[in-house]
Nanobody, 127 residues
């Protein structure tokens, strides 16, 4: 099991930026593909971004392409989500997730492909 702790959320005005960080422990971090998901109040959890265990593969949901960037530092056991040009509709609790991967280029976009989840960090974007 991988333990995940998110940080970096907060309140920001529309057009602003935030950088989320997720610290992992418990297993060999570089064996896991990582993802960021979000859940707005009253809505289902949705995929935001994913990165392969090597970092060579990344994928984004359409609504964040060009604004968000996912990255990882396997030496520090961390995954990041840089969020720029934030919009009020980005307001949600953001979760990082870990899924065991057997290829350096694999990443996952479905919640069921991830085994371990953090507790989430709130991001609020005011208009």
């Amino acid at each position: 099991q991988v333990q995940l702790v998110e940080s970096g959320g907060g309140l920001v005005q529309a057009g602003g930026s935030l950088r989320l960080s997720c610290a992992a422990s418990g297993r060999t971090f570089s064996n896991y593909a990582m993802g960021w998901f979000r859940q707005a109040l009253g809505k289902e959890r949705e995929f935001v971004a994913a990165i392969s265990r090597s970092g060579e593969g990344t994928y984004y949901t359409d609504s964040v392409k060009g604004r968000f960037t996912i990255s990882r530092d396997n030496a520090k056991n961390r995954v990041y989500l840089q969020m720029n040009s934030l919009k009020p509709e980005d307001t949600a609790v953001y979760y990082c997730a870990a899924g065991r991967a057997y290829s350096g280029s694999h990443y996952y976009t479905n919640t069921g492909q991830y085994n371990d989840w953090g507790q989430g960090t709130q991001v609020t974007v005011s208009s």
